[in-house]
């Protein structure tokens, strides 16, 4: 079945007795038995509801995996995927990353012994010197990278870390499974903050982790249901709506996101554009093979820093908020929002710098979001 049919009848049949075509919304936290030791598979909602099991048994059909588990927040999903790991344990992890995995890892997981080392993983030579054999348990990708837009070989670092009895995860929210589908390629473990492209409207935290067998699967649902990290019946019906739309939608952002990369790339204003759409982008012919698309991010850099106020103030149409994935377009400045907590010299080196803005692009009509620009760029105040 193509992934097209998969999002549209997510969860159709889910309720066979009254047929409803719209999953429903069970609130119940506990379920009666209908004898002693005979179960309905519900017991308490903690460890499984009908509403989530259809937002987890659609999330591991459409990354290719063997199970998937809801959680309430897209962090809540990296914390239980790095609870696989132990005190001494040692990961390797993309340079350019989400701030908040990367607060995570450094002043949480850190104080529990396990070592993060990040370096640039679209470089595979680099991903190769920096594993501490018996050491290194995993190697954790965004590719794209959060906001660099650095794409990394998945199927290379995969297969390097299969060799080398490490995991490899993939943080897969900006490209959904709808582009790719890392499992396929290698990956043993896929997450998503779901609250992003998945939920697709801006209007529900959650998290996804899909894992490729059935060992890690089963650890990954006892740390779900020991901690109690999960998404609520009301959040995961509104996360299998959002999904049905998740091919219509990731059409047309990447089709308005290529516009607006071409045409931020003709800006004098514009130092730099990040896109891997764009032939030029350094990872572009590798996603070219490994996905169906090049997503609807795109960050670019100002030539004059006082642009990013221009812009952000001036804005009209596009909201200036953190986030990404929604309807709605959004535009961030990673230095001061969702990269906040990376130390600035941290940020300088890997390039998130002060002149940097993300754009979350979204379903508008791509020369209303172009013309917002272009009145925010110019408009005011010349510098
Ligand atoms: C790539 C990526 N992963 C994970 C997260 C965390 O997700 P959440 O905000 O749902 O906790 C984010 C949030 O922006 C993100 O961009």
Redesign the pocket.
């Known amino acids: 079945m193509k992934i097209e049919t998969i999002v549209a009848q997510a969860g159709i049949g889910a309720d066979p007795e009254k047929g409803s075509i719209s999953v429903p919304i069970y609130h119940s936290t506990t379920f009666r038995h209908p004898a002693l030791g005979v179960s309905t598979g519900y017991d308490y909602s903690r460890t499984a509801n009908p509403t989530r099991k259809v937002l987890e048994d659609t999330a591991a059909l459409l990354e290719e995996g063997c199970r998937g588990y809801a959680f309430s ?6 914390t239980a995927v790095l609870m696989l790991l132990s005190p001494g344990d040692h990961l390797i992890v993309s340079d350019d ?2 701030g ?2 990367y607060r995570l890892l450094e002043k949480v997981f850190g104080r529990y012994g396990v070592t993060a080392r990040y370096i640039d993983t679209s470089d595979l030579s680099k991903v190769a010197e920096a594993i501490d054999p018996g050491k290194t348990k995993a190697i954790f990708i ?1 590719s794209p990278s ?1 906001p660099l837009m650095k794409i990394t070989d998945i199927t290379g670092v995969a297969s390097l870390a299969k060799s080398n009895n490490m995991l490899t995860i993939v ?1 897969n ?2 490209m959904t499974p709808y582009l790719l589908q890392p499992i396929k390629m290698g990956a043993d473990i896929v ?6 492209y998945l939920g697709g409207h801006n209007d529900v ?3 996804i982790v899909v894992a490729a067998n059935p060992e890690i699967c089963e650890k990954i649902g006892f740390i779900q249901n020991s901690t109690g990290n999960v998404l609520g019946p009301q959040d995961s019906w509104l996360i299998i709506r959002g999904i049905k739309t998740l091919a219509l939608r990731m059409e047309r952002q990447q089709e308005n996101a290529l516009k607006i990369a071409n045409w931020l790339n003709e800006r004098p204003e514009v130092s730099k554009v990040y896109y891997p759409g764009i032939a030029a982008h350094a990872g572009h012919e590798i996603l070219k093979t490994q996905a169906k698309g090049f997503g609807a991010m795109v960050s670019f850099k100002v030539t004059d820093t006082a642009f990013v106020e221009k812009i952000v103030n001036g804005v009209k149409l596009i909201s200036f908020a ?4 929604g309807v709605e377009s959004l535009i961030t400045y990673p230095a001061k929002q ?1 990269h906040g907590d990376i130390p600035k010299e941290i940020r300088d080196q890997i390039g998130v710098t002060e002149d940097l803005l993300r754009f979350s692009v979204g379903i508008e009509d791509a020369d209303d979001l172009i013309y917002d620009l272009k009145q925010a760029i110019e408009g005011g105040n010349s510098i």
Do not use: I, Q
């Open positions: 927040t897209g962090m809540a999903a990296v990353l989400y908040g995995t965004e959060n943080d929210t900006f997450l998503h903050s779901a609250t992003k935290l959650g998290g953190e986030s990404l994935g969702t």
